[in-house]
């Protein structure tokens, strides 16, 4: 017999947008129903951030024993793939329990596991349970995209929710795709001791100013990764022993062989079960059409995370569910900011970025300011022999910050500081203030907000009064 319940609050997908939605609006007394029909936890715990952050910490631990220096001898590093998995796991585990039913059952939160499809505007069915709530958020994140490549459903390809599934390291391992994701496993599966060969149809980390980007390039070429940027893969087949990619170029086609493919040509939201139209949600090219606060073109319907195609970070995730409890618990206004919300790729060197970049900026202000700082002029860096890198600010010429890119060691970390001075509208002023604790890294961004104003120590009418200033002794 069909079940019927009531709820103040009913969110659809347990991954951090969800999750954060969720907890939140019990820890006010409301109640919360969470619908989930995968794994708790979402992408990023099971198959994104954590499993490929833990995997880059393994390669860099490989890395370093291969590089030595500081007069230590490098050697080559044993890989034992098996234990390297089983860190990957281990971690995962130890934050399950954050996300997990019985955390969420604690909380005062009523978890249903199932799919979920829309019967109207108000009502959600789940299996055999028929759900009313006064508001809904969408959090059903997304899934991997699968370019339309000939033969590519004829081999047995890898994303990120099943590379880590392999039981062996790859001899040789093609990628497609060089977003953070293609470029972030190319170098962990280099490093770990695979070939690794990347294939994309324009430049690497194409999102990101090309001055940093290059940065990530030449690191990559240097550790023996192959890239074949403005090359678009045209054809798939199994060949023994693996598959092989047929390209074209504009120096003419060619094919490449490799023992396993990986498939990382960016992610969709996955919408295609909720019915969205019964619920009267408009959607535009598979995306939710949305207001600046993330509401639906149903008014009790809000949607967050990757589900809303914007900006496919947990951190953003993060970010959408707070506009939407404020506007859900307490009826204030509230607004996505964008601009806010960094980006990093945890490459080695990291390459971090928020706000404008210098191109943008530039459409939008007309005059700015462009101020860098490399990493070779920080203490820290040279004592670390981390000197590869740069910092680069833009402002508009009254020192308004607009956006800070970081290519270079640590720079997911500095970004933070970047990232808060545009939250809360800060200027150059305030960043060359700061006393930074020497020798840091985050030096190396005070020192390029000071030279904002070196222009001032060339004008003659500055210098002239500091030489009148002088003769009163």
């Known amino acids: 017999m069909a079940a019927h319940m009531k709820t103040d609050v009913c969110v659809i997908g347990a991954g951090a947008g969800g999750l954060s939605v969720a907890v939140a609006a019990a820890a006010f007394g409301v109640s919360v129903v969470l619908v989930e029909k995968g794994k708790m936890g979402g992408d990023c715990l099971n198959y994104g951030c954590v499993p490929s952050k833990a995997l880059l910490a393994a390669a860099r631990k490989a890395a370093t024993v291969r590089d030595g220096g500081f007069g230590i001898a490098g050697a080559e590093p044993v890989v034992d793939y098996g234990k390297v998995r089983e860190h990957v796991r281990e971690t995962i585990a130890a934050i399950a329990p954050n996300d997990s039913i019985e955390r969420m059952t604690a909380l005062g939160i009523t978890v249903i596991r199932g799919e979920a499809k829309f019967v109207d505007r108000r009502t959600l069915q789940v299996g055999t349970q028929t759900l009313r709530a006064r508001r809904f958020v969408i959090a059903t994140g997304s899934t991997p995209f699968v370019p339309s490549i000939s033969g590519i459903f004829s081999v047995n390809f890898l994303t990120n929710e099943t590379l880590l599934n392999l039981s062996y390291l790859p001899a040789h391992l093609l990628v497609i795709g060089g977003g953070p994701v293609g470029v972030e496993m190319a170098q962990a599966y280099r490093r770990l001791g695979s070939a690794v060969t990347l294939v994309d149809s324009g430049s690497i980390l194409g999102r990101e100013d090309p001055e940093l980007s290059a940065v990530v390039r030449d690191r990559l070429k240097a550790e023996g990764i192959v890239l074949h940027e403005a090359t678009s893969a045209t054809g798939v087949e199994k060949v023994p022993g693996g598959v092989r990619l047929s ?137 670390e022999g981390r000197t590869e890198g740069l910092i680069k600010v833009v402002a508009r010429r009254d020192g308004t910050i607009l956006g800070a890119s970081i290519v270079g060691a640590e720079a997911g970390e500095m970004i933070n500081m970047w990232s808060l001075a545009l939250a809360r509208g800060l200027k150059l002023r305030d960043m060359a203030s700061f006393v930074s604790p020497y020798p840091t890294f985050s030096e190396i961004g005070k020192r390029a907000a000071m030279t904002y104003y070196q222009p001032l120590t060339r004008q003659p009418l500055i210098r002239r009064i500091v030489r009148l200033l002088a003769r009163f002794g």
């Open 247 to 383: 390209c074209m170029a504009a120096a003419g086609a060619f094919t490449v062989e490799g023992s396993n493919l990986l498939v990382a040509a960016g992610r969709t939201p996955s919408l295609q079960s909720l019915d969205l139209r019964a619920a009267g949600v408009r959607t535009e090219r598979g995306k939710v059409r949305k207001s600046a606060g993330y509401r639906t073109s149903n008014r009790r319907i809000y949607v967050v995370g990757d589900a809303a195609g914007g900006q496919q970070f947990t951190h953003a995730a993060g970010h959408h569910a707070e506009m939407v409890v404020r506007q859900i618990l307490f009826r204030l206004p509230a607004r996505v900011r964008d601009t806010i919300i960094p980006r990093v790729t945890f490459t080695d060197p990291e390459l971090a970025h928020v706000g404008l970049g210098e191109e943008e900026a530039a459409k939008r202000y007309g005059q700015i300011r462009v101020l860098r700082w490399p990493f070779s002029d920080n203490d820290r860096a040279q004592a």
